[in-house]
Protein backbone atom coordinates (compact mmCIF):
# COMPACT_ATOMS: atom_id res chain seq x y z
CA UNK A 1 0.00 0.00 0.00
CA UNK A 2 1.93 2.99 -1.21
CA UNK A 3 2.53 6.02 1.78
CA UNK A 4 1.28 8.84 -0.45
CA UNK A 5 -2.03 7.42 -0.59
CA UNK A 6 -3.01 7.90 3.45
CA UNK A 7 -0.66 11.41 3.45
CA UNK A 8 -3.42 14.00 4.02
CA UNK A 9 -5.09 11.79 6.64
CA UNK A 10 -1.45 11.96 8.50
CA UNK A 11 -1.04 15.75 8.03
CA UNK A 12 -4.52 15.93 9.44
CA UNK A 13 -2.89 14.77 12.65
CA UNK A 14 0.13 17.10 12.56
CA UNK A 15 -1.88 19.81 11.67
CA UNK A 16 -4.18 21.97 13.94
CA UNK A 17 -8.02 22.61 13.25
CA UNK A 18 -9.33 25.80 13.96
CA UNK A 19 -13.19 26.66 14.29
CA UNK A 20 -14.04 28.12 11.11
CA UNK A 21 -16.27 32.14 12.04
CA UNK A 22 -17.71 32.89 9.00
CA UNK A 23 -19.57 35.78 8.61
CA UNK A 24 -19.66 36.50 4.71
CA UNK A 25 -17.85 34.99 1.78
CA UNK A 26 -14.93 32.47 2.94
CA UNK A 27 -13.58 32.72 -1.07
CA UNK A 28 -13.34 36.72 -1.23
CA UNK A 29 -10.66 37.78 0.50
CA UNK A 30 -8.54 35.23 -1.17
CA UNK A 31 -9.81 36.19 -4.57
CA UNK A 32 -9.00 39.52 -3.87
CA UNK A 33 -5.64 38.83 -3.08
CA UNK A 34 -5.22 36.57 -6.00
CA UNK A 35 -6.27 39.38 -8.30
CA UNK A 36 -4.22 42.33 -6.66
CA UNK A 37 -1.03 40.17 -5.74
CA UNK A 38 -0.99 41.11 -1.78
CA UNK A 39 -1.33 38.94 1.12
CA UNK A 40 -0.87 35.04 1.75
CA UNK A 41 -1.56 34.60 -2.38
CA UNK A 42 1.24 36.70 -3.48
CA UNK A 43 3.39 33.95 -2.20
CA UNK A 44 5.15 31.89 -5.33
CA UNK A 45 3.76 28.40 -5.62
CA UNK A 46 7.09 27.26 -5.37
CA UNK A 47 7.78 28.69 -2.13
CA UNK A 48 4.36 27.54 -1.02
CA UNK A 49 5.12 24.18 -1.38
CA UNK A 50 8.35 24.21 -0.01
CA UNK A 51 9.01 20.61 2.14
CA UNK A 52 5.55 20.82 3.06
CA UNK A 53 4.85 16.60 2.74
CA UNK A 54 3.45 15.11 5.35
CA UNK A 55 6.55 12.52 5.21
CA UNK A 56 9.13 15.24 5.65
CA UNK A 57 7.05 16.72 8.22
CA UNK A 58 6.74 13.74 10.11
CA UNK A 59 10.57 13.01 9.82
CA UNK A 60 11.34 16.28 11.35
CA UNK A 61 9.32 15.77 14.25
CA UNK A 62 10.42 12.40 15.45
CA UNK A 63 14.16 13.91 15.30
CA UNK A 64 12.84 16.63 17.06
CA UNK A 65 14.11 19.43 15.07
CA UNK A 66 13.91 22.93 17.02
CA UNK A 67 10.29 24.16 17.17
CA UNK A 68 9.76 28.23 16.34
CA UNK A 69 8.25 29.99 18.67
CA UNK A 70 6.05 33.21 17.49
CA UNK A 71 3.98 35.05 20.42
CA UNK A 72 2.05 38.31 20.85
CA UNK A 73 3.89 39.90 23.84
CA UNK A 74 1.75 42.95 24.13
CA UNK A 75 -0.95 45.38 22.67
CA UNK A 76 0.66 49.21 23.34
CA UNK A 77 -1.69 51.84 23.51
CA UNK A 78 -0.95 55.13 22.61
CA UNK A 79 2.39 57.13 22.33
CA UNK A 80 4.23 57.02 26.01
CA UNK A 81 3.33 52.84 25.89
CA UNK A 82 5.06 52.46 22.50
CA UNK A 83 7.86 54.98 22.74
CA UNK A 84 8.47 53.14 26.25
CA UNK A 85 8.71 49.64 24.60
CA UNK A 86 10.46 50.94 21.79
CA UNK A 87 13.06 52.08 24.19
CA UNK A 88 12.64 49.05 26.18
CA UNK A 89 13.59 46.37 22.64
CA UNK A 90 16.36 48.99 21.43
CA UNK A 91 17.63 48.72 24.95
CA UNK A 92 18.14 52.47 25.51
CA UNK A 93 19.87 53.32 22.26
CA UNK A 94 22.45 50.11 22.48
CA UNK A 95 20.37 48.50 19.87
CA UNK A 96 19.23 49.80 16.40
CA UNK A 97 15.78 49.37 15.29
CA UNK A 98 15.44 48.08 11.68
CA UNK A 99 12.59 49.62 9.76
CA UNK A 100 10.09 47.95 7.49
CA UNK A 101 12.72 49.27 4.45
CA UNK A 102 16.18 48.48 6.69
CA UNK A 103 16.75 52.16 7.38
CA UNK A 104 18.15 51.74 11.13
CA UNK A 105 17.04 53.86 14.00
CA UNK A 106 19.47 54.24 16.94
CA UNK A 107 18.19 57.65 18.56
CA UNK A 108 15.51 57.96 21.20
CA UNK A 109 14.36 60.99 19.42
CA UNK A 110 13.81 59.08 16.27
CA UNK A 111 11.42 55.95 17.98
CA UNK A 112 9.78 58.90 19.90
CA UNK A 113 8.68 60.38 16.44
CA UNK A 114 7.81 57.11 15.24
CA UNK A 115 5.82 56.59 18.20
CA UNK A 116 3.86 59.76 17.64
CA UNK A 117 3.21 59.09 14.02
CA UNK A 118 1.94 55.40 14.51
CA UNK A 119 -0.79 57.07 17.47
CA UNK A 120 -1.88 60.27 15.72
CA UNK A 121 -3.81 58.47 13.51
CA UNK A 122 -5.80 57.28 16.30
CA UNK A 123 -6.57 60.61 18.40
CA UNK A 124 -10.02 60.77 17.14
CA UNK A 125 -10.91 57.35 19.19
CA UNK A 126 -12.16 58.06 22.42
CA UNK A 127 -10.32 56.03 24.85
CA UNK A 128 -7.05 54.11 25.01
CA UNK A 129 -6.73 52.58 21.61
CA UNK A 130 -3.98 50.12 20.25
CA UNK A 131 -1.09 51.89 18.29
CA UNK A 132 1.18 48.88 17.76
CA UNK A 133 1.49 45.19 18.52
CA UNK A 134 4.22 43.28 19.90
CA UNK A 135 5.73 40.27 18.90
CA UNK A 136 8.41 38.16 19.21
CA UNK A 137 10.23 35.24 17.43
CA UNK A 138 12.75 32.85 18.88
CA UNK A 139 14.87 30.02 18.44
CA UNK A 140 16.59 27.79 20.64
CA UNK A 141 20.28 28.33 21.68
CA UNK A 142 23.15 27.55 19.43
CA UNK A 143 20.68 29.25 16.25
CA UNK A 144 22.91 31.64 14.05
CA UNK A 145 20.82 35.14 15.35
CA UNK A 146 21.86 36.38 11.79
CA UNK A 147 19.53 33.95 9.86
CA UNK A 148 16.63 34.53 12.65
CA UNK A 149 16.60 38.17 12.05
CA UNK A 150 16.71 37.62 8.43
CA UNK A 151 13.81 35.22 8.61
CA UNK A 152 11.44 37.33 10.37
CA UNK A 153 12.26 40.13 8.40
CA UNK A 154 11.25 37.32 4.98
CA UNK A 155 8.37 36.65 6.67
CA UNK A 156 7.07 40.10 7.71
CA UNK A 157 7.31 41.05 3.99
CA UNK A 158 5.07 37.92 3.40
CA UNK A 159 2.55 37.74 5.53
CA UNK A 160 2.58 41.49 6.56
CA UNK A 161 3.35 43.26 3.42
CA UNK A 162 3.27 46.64 2.97
CA UNK A 163 0.06 47.67 4.59
CA UNK A 164 1.16 48.32 7.90
CA UNK A 165 4.90 49.61 9.10
CA UNK A 166 6.54 47.48 11.80
CA UNK A 167 10.21 47.49 13.25
CA UNK A 168 12.56 45.01 14.16
CA UNK A 169 14.97 44.79 16.94
CA UNK A 170 17.29 41.78 17.54
CA UNK A 171 18.44 40.31 20.89
CA UNK A 172 21.27 38.10 21.99
CA UNK A 173 21.61 39.03 25.31
CA UNK A 174 19.97 35.75 26.28
CA UNK A 175 21.07 31.85 25.28
CA UNK A 176 17.98 32.45 22.88
CA UNK A 177 18.27 34.27 19.90
CA UNK A 178 15.26 36.42 19.58
CA UNK A 179 13.51 39.35 17.20
CA UNK A 180 11.03 41.71 18.49
CA UNK A 181 8.78 42.69 15.81
CA UNK A 182 6.75 45.46 16.82
CA UNK A 183 3.98 46.23 14.24
CA UNK A 184 1.67 49.41 13.52
CA UNK A 185 -1.95 48.63 14.14
CA UNK A 186 -3.44 50.69 11.77
CA UNK A 187 -3.02 49.61 8.21
CA UNK A 188 -3.06 51.94 4.79
CA UNK A 189 -6.21 50.40 3.90
CA UNK A 190 -7.78 51.09 7.89
CA UNK A 191 -7.90 47.53 8.49
CA UNK A 192 -6.53 46.91 12.43
CA UNK A 193 -3.40 44.15 13.08
CA UNK A 194 -4.40 42.03 15.44
CA UNK A 195 -2.81 38.50 14.96
CA UNK A 196 -5.24 35.47 16.20
CA UNK A 197 -4.22 32.27 16.93
CA UNK A 198 -4.75 31.33 13.61
CA UNK A 199 -2.52 33.98 11.97
CA UNK A 200 0.27 33.04 14.41
CA UNK A 201 0.56 29.66 13.30
CA UNK A 202 0.71 30.92 10.14
CA UNK A 203 3.69 33.10 11.21
CA UNK A 204 4.84 29.92 12.98
CA UNK A 205 4.82 28.02 9.89
CA UNK A 206 6.43 31.06 7.88
CA UNK A 207 8.94 31.46 10.05
CA UNK A 208 10.05 28.05 9.89
CA UNK A 209 10.21 27.68 6.26
CA UNK A 210 11.79 30.96 5.87
CA UNK A 211 14.84 29.23 8.14
CA UNK A 212 14.44 25.79 6.74
CA UNK A 213 15.61 27.96 3.08
CA UNK A 214 18.79 29.34 5.20
CA UNK A 215 19.66 25.99 6.27
CA UNK A 216 18.24 26.32 9.91
CA UNK A 217 16.77 23.25 11.03
CA UNK A 218 13.53 24.24 12.37
CA UNK A 219 9.61 22.90 12.51
CA UNK A 220 5.90 24.57 13.84
CA UNK A 221 3.69 22.23 14.99
CA UNK A 222 1.23 21.83 17.41
CA UNK A 223 2.50 20.88 21.10
CA UNK A 224 -0.24 18.08 21.21
CA UNK A 225 1.60 16.34 18.11
CA UNK A 226 4.66 15.76 19.66
CA UNK A 227 3.31 14.15 22.73
CA UNK A 228 3.49 17.94 25.03
CA UNK A 229 0.67 19.13 27.06
CA UNK A 230 -0.53 22.90 26.11
CA UNK A 231 1.48 25.63 27.98
CA UNK A 232 -1.41 26.98 28.76
CA UNK A 233 0.39 30.32 30.84
CA UNK A 234 0.09 34.06 29.28
CA UNK A 235 3.30 36.37 28.74
CA UNK A 236 2.09 38.18 32.03
CA UNK A 237 2.01 35.03 34.21
CA UNK A 238 5.17 33.79 32.92
CA UNK A 239 6.82 37.13 33.95
CA UNK A 240 5.21 36.94 36.95
CA UNK A 241 6.74 33.85 37.96
CA UNK A 242 9.79 34.62 36.45
CA UNK A 243 9.72 37.60 38.98
CA UNK A 244 9.19 35.22 41.54
CA UNK A 245 12.16 32.79 40.42
CA UNK A 246 14.45 35.61 40.72
CA UNK A 247 13.32 36.66 44.22
CA UNK A 248 11.65 40.36 43.35
CA UNK A 249 8.57 39.18 43.99
CA UNK A 250 7.44 36.53 46.94
CA UNK A 251 4.17 36.37 46.22
CA UNK A 252 2.68 33.33 44.36
CA UNK A 253 0.44 33.87 41.60
CA UNK A 254 -3.16 33.28 42.11
CA UNK A 255 -3.43 30.57 39.29
CA UNK A 256 -0.62 28.60 40.65
CA UNK A 257 -1.81 28.39 43.85
CA UNK A 258 -5.13 27.30 42.28
CA UNK A 259 -3.59 24.55 40.71
CA UNK A 260 -1.52 23.16 43.71
CA UNK A 261 -4.86 23.14 46.02
CA UNK A 262 -6.60 21.07 43.11
CA UNK A 263 -3.73 19.02 42.59
CA UNK A 264 -3.55 18.45 46.41
CA UNK A 265 -7.27 17.53 46.76
CA UNK A 266 -6.67 14.98 43.63
CA UNK A 267 -3.77 13.55 45.11
CA UNK A 268 -5.75 12.59 48.83
CA UNK A 269 -8.47 11.15 46.31
CA UNK A 270 -11.01 14.07 46.71
CA UNK A 271 -11.33 15.14 43.37
CA UNK A 272 -10.51 13.50 39.94
CA UNK A 273 -8.46 15.22 36.95
CA UNK A 274 -9.73 18.25 34.56
CA UNK A 275 -11.67 17.38 31.55
CA UNK A 276 -9.39 18.77 28.92
CA UNK A 277 -6.29 16.17 30.62
CA UNK A 278 -8.48 13.10 29.67
CA UNK A 279 -9.58 14.45 26.43
CA UNK A 280 -5.45 15.67 25.55
CA UNK A 281 -4.83 11.67 26.52
CA UNK A 282 -7.24 10.82 23.46
CA UNK A 283 -6.28 13.05 21.07
CA UNK A 284 -2.64 11.52 21.89
CA UNK A 285 -3.38 7.94 21.30
CA UNK A 286 -4.98 9.06 17.89
CA UNK A 287 -2.45 10.40 16.84
CA UNK A 288 -0.25 7.62 17.95
CA UNK A 289 -2.21 5.36 15.93
CA UNK A 290 -1.61 7.38 13.31
CA UNK A 291 2.27 7.73 13.62
CA UNK A 292 2.10 3.93 13.88
CA UNK A 293 0.27 3.00 10.96
CA UNK A 294 2.17 5.56 8.61
CA UNK A 295 5.71 3.70 10.15
CA UNK A 296 4.01 0.58 9.03
CA UNK A 297 3.03 1.95 5.68
CA UNK A 298 6.60 3.19 5.45
CA UNK A 299 8.31 -0.29 6.03
CA UNK A 300 6.16 -1.75 2.89
CA UNK A 301 8.06 1.03 0.69
CA UNK A 302 11.13 -0.82 0.24
CA UNK A 303 13.32 2.34 0.53
CA UNK A 304 16.27 2.21 3.25
CA UNK A 305 15.20 5.58 4.27
CA UNK A 306 11.80 4.76 4.49
CA UNK A 307 12.65 1.97 6.58
CA UNK A 308 15.19 4.07 8.91
CA UNK A 309 12.37 6.64 9.37
CA UNK A 310 9.92 3.70 10.29
CA UNK A 311 11.85 2.98 13.30
CA UNK A 312 12.62 6.53 13.97
CA UNK A 313 8.96 6.64 14.45
CA UNK A 314 8.46 3.66 16.93
CA UNK A 315 11.45 5.01 18.45
CA UNK A 316 9.83 8.38 19.18
CA UNK A 317 6.44 6.57 20.14
CA UNK A 318 8.30 4.61 23.01
CA UNK A 319 9.65 7.74 24.13
CA UNK A 320 6.12 9.65 24.28
CA UNK A 321 4.11 6.58 25.35
CA UNK A 322 2.40 9.48 27.69
CA UNK A 323 1.56 13.02 26.98
CA UNK A 324 2.20 15.08 30.13
CA UNK A 325 -0.03 17.91 30.56
CA UNK A 326 0.63 20.91 33.35
CA UNK A 327 -1.91 19.30 35.94
CA UNK A 328 0.36 16.27 35.50
CA UNK A 329 3.25 17.72 36.30
CA UNK A 330 1.58 20.00 39.00
CA UNK A 331 -0.08 16.53 40.39
CA UNK A 332 2.72 14.68 40.42
CA UNK A 333 4.60 17.13 42.63
CA UNK A 334 1.40 16.74 44.80
CA UNK A 335 1.75 13.40 45.18
CA UNK A 336 5.18 13.35 45.88
CA UNK A 337 4.23 15.89 49.23
CA UNK A 338 1.44 13.09 50.25
CA UNK A 339 4.00 10.25 49.80
CA UNK A 340 6.78 12.38 52.09
CA UNK A 341 4.00 13.29 54.17
CA UNK A 342 2.97 9.87 55.21
CA UNK A 343 6.25 8.59 55.17
CA UNK A 344 7.33 10.92 58.04
CA UNK A 345 3.60 9.95 60.40
CA UNK A 346 4.94 6.62 60.34
CA UNK A 347 8.06 7.31 61.88
CA UNK A 348 6.29 8.85 64.39
CA UNK A 349 6.24 6.78 67.69
CA UNK A 350 3.03 6.80 69.57
CA UNK A 351 3.21 7.63 73.59
CA UNK A 352 4.22 5.48 75.97
CA UNK A 353 1.77 3.09 77.84
CA UNK A 354 1.29 4.47 81.45
CA UNK A 355 2.87 8.14 80.62
CA UNK A 356 0.51 10.52 81.05
CA UNK A 357 -0.72 12.61 78.03
CA UNK A 358 0.98 15.90 77.45
CA UNK A 359 4.10 14.49 79.10
CA UNK A 360 7.61 16.12 77.49
CA UNK A 361 9.18 13.61 76.49
CA UNK A 362 12.96 13.43 77.48
CA UNK A 363 15.62 15.03 75.33
CA UNK A 364 17.83 11.96 73.22
CA UNK A 365 21.38 11.55 74.05
CA UNK A 366 24.07 12.66 71.99
CA UNK A 367 27.36 10.68 71.94
Known amino acids: MAFGEHEEELWEAMKPRFRPRLVSDPNARYARNLVNGTGVASIPAAL ?26 GRKKGAEHLAAHLDYIGRKGEIPLETRDGELISSKSEARQIAEEW ?27 EAVKQAVRETAERLIGDNHD ?9 PRPHVHLTVQAEGLNRRRFDPRREDLFRFREGFAETLRSRGVEAEATPRYTRGQGRAGTSMALTQLRDRIRKGVSRQPTEADMRQAREAMLIALGKAEQPAFVGKSRMRWEAIKSRYGAAADRLDQSGKDEDRVLAREVRQFLRDRAEIETVPDKVLRDAERRVRAEQERGKGQTGPEPGVPSGTVPPRSRQR
Open 166 to 174: YLMALHTDT
Open 48 to 73: RALDRSARATLARVVRRTPEVLVKVT
Open 119 to 145: SEALAWRRGATVSAVSMVFSMPAGTDP
